[in-house]
Structures are given as C-alpha cells and as structure tokens.
Nanobody, 117 residues
Framework: QVQLVESGGGLVEVGGSVRLSCAVS????????MSWYHQPPGEERAVVGN???????DLVRYLEGRFSIFRDETKSTVHLQMNNVDPSDTGVYFC???????????WGRGTRVIVSS
C-alpha cells in the first residue's frame, strides 16, 4: 500500500520561506512522477511541479525563481521549497505520485500554508 504524508505547512509571513515535505512509503516502482499541487481557497487544485524518476524536473513557469521541487531518493521524500512567498501562495498543498507500470495515482491528504501580510 502506497502512502503519502505531507508536512511543513503552517503560517508564514510575506517574503518568508517554507519547505514542504512528502514522505512516501510503499512500492512506487522504478518509473514514477512525484508532484506537488496547490489548491487556493475556493479554487481548483493545480499542479505546481513534477520530479521524474529519470531526474527531470519541471515547474510551472510563473513560480520559477521562487519555488523549487526536488526529491531525496534515499529517504523516499519529495520536497517543495517555497521562497519569497506572497498571499497568492496560501492554500493546501498536496503531494501526488503517479506510478507507471501499472499506471496508478496516489494522493496525500495535504498540508496547509497560510501566508500572512
């Protein structure tokens, strides 16, 4: 059984930094995509960035320079580093893993970030 547990959310001031972590347990296979999603209050969930098992990383363009996403293979963890946060970054952040072969998707329960001004 694959399980994802996010941590690191909380209250952060405008301009501050926070690192979110997603601890993964279970077999996610050798080919997979680990992703972070953001759901602002009252809005739909949207992808922030992806890390691929082949080492590739991508991030939505408007977050480049502020956010970064990376994984720690030894600890089966994926992180989202958020710098220079602003109120639009408020919301719940979800970790998602897509395992290929077979194609399966798993979600964490999310961690909430509130950016205060």
């Amino acid at each position: 059984q694959v399980q994802l547990v996010e941590s690191g959310g909380g209250l952060v001031e405008v301009g501050g930094s926070v690192r979110l972590s997603c601890a993964v347990s279970g077999d996610i296979g050798k080919v997979n995509i680990m992703s972070w999603y953001h759901q602002p209050p009252g809005e739909e969930r949207a992808v922030v960035g992806n890390t691929y098992s082949d080492g590739k990383i991508d991030l939505v363009r408007y977050l480049e320079g502020r956010f970064s996403i990376f994984r720690d293979e030894t600890k089966s963890t994926v992180h989202l580093q958020m710098n220079n946060v602003d109120p639009s970054d408020t919301g719940v952040y979800f970790c998602r893993i897509r395992r290929l072969f077979p194609d399966e998707i798993y979600w964490g329960r999310g961690t909430r970030v509130i950016v205060s001004s």
